[in-house]
Structures are given as structure tokens and as C-alpha cells.
T-cell receptor
């Protein structure tokens, strides 16, 4: 079975400092992995996806993630946080067929 | 393109009533998926439908929940005799074809509160 574990339920950073949101995955074969962002009372927006091409994936709004098979990780990073980045972030794996399995989420707080 | 439209955005029901949640997929999309997000949790898959067919309902509770995607009109997620534990955000997504080929787009969700 495929699954993802988000290692931090809450992350707090100061505006202008780097962001690191950690995600480990478990998969019996090469997975498709995604990061989604959810702003309060809004839907989900796809930030980026990994589908076995380049291991460093660039997404929207300056986010990127690196697929590391040896560490079974897919951490999300951004060099400099903005206030507008405050939201909940989900690491997601494509399991069987068209079904997605979501991590429990990481709430990112950006302090001025 | 209006995106995936869900309505209502917020729905309040008393225990024992029925809740009907609607999802209009993006134009041309024939695949619809429903997910549920309980408070403080990630989204959990419920059901995957194509026009007039249920493809995978392995995430649906066995009782009180049903889903349909008729030939004409929106997809409907129906919850009968709601209980407080059904309070959650319900998200719909649609895709042009299978997820592997096209990915999918989420709607903004319906937030159900059972009082």
C-alpha cells in the first residue's frame, strides 16, 4: 500500500526566511507525488507534481520539491516565505487507479 | 471555463435530515471524484464516478451514503439521516480522463454542519 507521512503538523517561520515542509512516502513502486495547498475555507490548489521525470520539481509561487528515493522523501521548500504563503499544505500520493491518498497536512504560519 | 462548481458552499442540517451535495464538473470532464475532509485531518477518498457509472466506491461508508453522476446534470453526493460525525468538508474533483493522464481539478468544497 502507498502512503505519505507529513512529519510536522505545524511549522512557523518568519517572513523572508526559508520554508521546509517534510514528507516521507511509502510505496512498493515508483510513485506519483504531489503537494497541494489549501487556504482557509477554500479549495485545494496544486503546487507541483512529481511523475518520475526530473527529481527536482518546480511549482508555482516559488515552491519546489525534491524526490529522494534513497530517503523516501519529497520535502517542499521555498527560499523566502511570504505572508500569503500561510495555509495548510498536503503531501499526496497517487495510489491505485485515480485515487489520491493525502497526508494529514502541515499548517504553515508566517510571522511578520 | 468556470472550473469545478460545488453547491451549496455551506449546508446546515439537523440530525436525521438528508444532505444533498452537488458537483458540476469542468466542461467536458466525465470523471468525478468525491473526498471528505474531517476537522483537523487530510482528505479521504470516497468515490470515483464516470457518467452513469460508479467506478470505485471503496471509500464510501456502507450505510446512509450514496453518489450518482447522471447522464445529464451534476454529480450528487447524498447523505441520509445525517449524524454529527458527518460534519466535514466535502470536496469534488473532475478530470477529462483518468488521473494518470490528466490529473484533476478540485472544487471549493461544501462544508456540512450537522446540529
Amino acid at each position: 500500500a502507498q502512503s505519505v507521512t507529513q512529519l510536522d503538523s505545524h511549522v512557523s517561520v518568519s517572513e523572508g526566511t526559508p520554508v521546509l515542509l517534510r514528507c516521507n512516502y511509502s510505496s512498493s513502486y515508483s510513485p506519483s507525488l504531489f503537494w497541494y495547498v489549501q487556504h482557509p475555507n477554500k479549495g485545494l490548489q496544486l503546487l507541483l507534481k512529481y511523475t518520475s521525470a526530473a527529481t527536482l520539481v518546480k511549482g508555482i509561487n516559488g515552491f519546489e520539491a525534491e524526490f529522494k528515493k534513497s530517503e523516501t522523501s519529497f520535502h517542499l521548500t521555498k527560499p523566502s516565505a511570504h505572508m500569503s504563503d500561510a495555509a495548510e499544505y498536503f503531501c499526496v500520493v497517487n495510489t491505485r487507479g485515480s485515487r489520491l491518498t493525502f497526508g494529514e497536512g502541515t499548517q504553515l504560519t508566517v510571522n511578520p | 471555463n468556470a472550473g469545478v462548481m460545488q453547491n451549496p458552499r455551506h449546508l446546515v442540517r439537523r440530525r436525521g435530515q438528508e444532505a444533498r451535495l452537488r458537483c458540476s464538473p469542468m466542461k467536458g470532464h466525465s470523471h468525478v471524484y468525491w473526498y471528505r475532509q474531517l476537522p483537523e485531518e487530510g482528505l479521504k477518498f470516497m468515490v470515483y464516478l464516470q457518467k452513469e457509472n460508479i467506478i470505485d466506491e471503496s471509500g464510501m461508508p456502507k450505510e446512509r451514503f450514496s453518489a450518482e453522476f447522471p447522464k445529464e446534470g451534476p454529480s450528487i453526493l447524498r447523505i441520509q439521516q445525517v449524524v454529527r460525525g458527518d460534519s466535514a468538508a466535502y470536496f469534488c474533483a473532475s478530470s477529462l480522463d483518468t488521473f494518470e493522464n490528466y490529473g484533476y481539478t478540485f472544487g471549493s468544497g461544501t462544508r456540512l454542519t450537522v446540529v
